[in-house]
């Protein structure tokens, strides 16, 4: 077997293999053994006819699709393997045969490859920081929001529905007069305040009573999924059987204690200790977003659709496990917004050009700058892992495998990379003074794609909310 790669376009590699007639051969008869099973001859059994016999009957080149599959099963990775410092496989191959013939095989796969990324600079350029910091108010809501998820449920009778409630209602829509397909409803369990329904319909059952019934008027959004509603306006007639409030737990040393502090003051401090991490890694995310966002105005790559494809998935894949967490299969939600999988896979294309763009710019700077994770390091950063499970280095290195060893190599070359951007640009704050700082950061999401993960969709079980 010998091959020869070329370069071709959008980034792709054309890498033409030829097979020997012995080679070819004995694909041929490899494919006869592995296939014969299939074929009858009358005359002999099933799987029992010569070669030759076979392919008199059925035609010279019965195996010849086996064959050619075989071999490229066999040397397509090795060669991939053997190339793979001049060049790196995105995606499949598309594949054909030029020549065919008794003396030779000529098999031509057209290989799509991460493309070279051309950037302008990555120095002296002025990038926004992000800065977040934590106030007391902050602080004071983020206790109200736990009182709040922890409070609790208690029926209502002596006042009218408010925001927060939630309410068991009876509802039935029409328009022009009519009914409509999901505008009717017995028995249903609505957050007020939740943003579930089409603006107006929460907003008007606030301030209902038991027992009571009563018409909203409201308007369908313009871009309501159900065409013939969009824009028009419907009256629910709504009746409200029961209501649920909340009851908040009294903020005290015995509520802090529940939450695993001694007292209240350090409750208040451990709720900031944690607001403050939370603030700090945004900061640092969202700072090493700007500084590959700034670095990509003047970065230029032909980028393989099969990467921005692969990118698609990946974060398809993340937004249905986001799902998954709020209760919702991924296959009811496309139903409810009325797509497909490849149709919504759309909706991230910009998003996952940018992501590999952003990836392909950390790796050119890494080799660039020759940043690499010496022994030392990697070591320290398993001696931490292995603390915060209280174990030693040495126990907890034999629990890792190569690819966990990988993993925190990587994240140091990263973390190493990010510090030296921020050393060699200008990072102004937003009071407009410039600050190099050299501070530390943790572990980085951006090991993966270089970009910020994908947002939560705000997906609705009703079907009289638009999407």
Do not use: C
Not at 25 to 32: D, G, L, Q, S, V
Not at 137 to 149: F, L, P, Q, S, Y
Not at 234 to 246: E, L, M, N, Q, Y
């Amino acid at each position: 077997m010998k091959y020869e790669v070329t370069p071709a376009e959008n980034s792709t590699v054309k890498i033409a293999i030829t097979f020997s007639s012995e080679e070819w051969a004995e694909a041929n008869t490899k494919a006869y053994v592995q296939t014969r099973g299939k074929y009858s001859v009358n005359g002999f059994r099933k799987g029992k006819a010569p070669k030759h016999v076979l392919e008199m009957y059925y035609g010279k080149g019965l195996f010849y699709e086996d064959a050619l599959n075989l071999l490229y099963a066999e040397h397509y990775g090795k060669i991939l393997e053997a190339e793979r410092e001049k060049f790196t496989a995105v995606g499949e191959p598309a594949l054909s045969v030029d020549d065919l013939s008794e003396e030779k095989v000529v098999l031509t796969a057209v290989v799509p490859v991460k493309p070279d990324v051309e950037i302008e600079t990555y120095k002296g350029i002025k990038i926004k920081k992000a800065e977040y910091t934590v106030t007391d108010a902050d602080v004071d809501k983020e206790i109200e929001n736990v009182r709040t998820r922890v409070a609790e449920t208690v029926e209502v009778t002596d006042r009218a529905a408010q925001n927060g409630d939630t309410v068991k209602i009876d509802f039935a829509g029409k328009a022009d007069g009519k009914a409509f397909e999901g505008g009717t409803a017995e028995g249903y369990d609505l957050t007020l305040g939740s943003g579930q329904f089409i603006p107006g319909f929460e907003d008007g059952v606030v301030g209902m009573k038991l027992g009571e019934t009563k018409d909203l008027n409201v308007t369908f959004p313009e871009d309501y999924q159900a065409e013939e509603l969009k824009g028009k306006p419907a009256v629910f007639t709504v009746t409200v059987h029961k209501i649920s409030g909340k009851k908040l737990p009294e903020l005290n040393d015995e509520f802090a204690k529940k939450m695993g502090s001694e007292s209240v003051e350090k409750y208040r401090a451990t709720v900031r200790e944690r607001l403050e991490r939370n603030a700090a890694s945004r900061s640092l995310n969202e700072t090493e977003d700007a500084i590959l966002t700034e670095i990509a105005k003047g970065a230029k790559a032909e980028i393989p659709e099969a990467m921005i494809e692969r990118q698609e998935d990946s974060l398809m894949q993340r937004m249905e496990y986001n799902l998954m967490y709020q209760g919702i299969s991924m296959d009811d939600y496309l139903k409810y917004v009325g797509s497909t999988r490849d149709q919504y896979k759309k909706n991230f294309e910009t998003e996952a050009r940018r992501n590999v763009l952003h990836q392909l710019i950390i790796e050119k700077i890494i080799k660039q700058e020759n940043i690499k994770a010496d022994e030392k390091e990697v070591e320290a950063k398993v001696a931490e892992q292995a603390a915060s499970v209280g174990k030693s280095a040495e126990e907890y290195k034999k629990t890792m495998d190569a690819r966990q060893l990988e993993y925190i190599e990587n994240d140091i070359v990263v973390t190493k990379l990010f510090d030296f951007l921020m050393k060699n640009n200008d990072m102004i704050t937003e009071g407009g003074a410039e600050k190099k700082p050299a501070a530390k950061k943790t572990a980085s999401a951006k090991a993966e794609t270089g970009a910020e993960s994908a947002k939560k969709p705000a997906a609705k079980k009703s079907a009289a909310k638009s999407e």
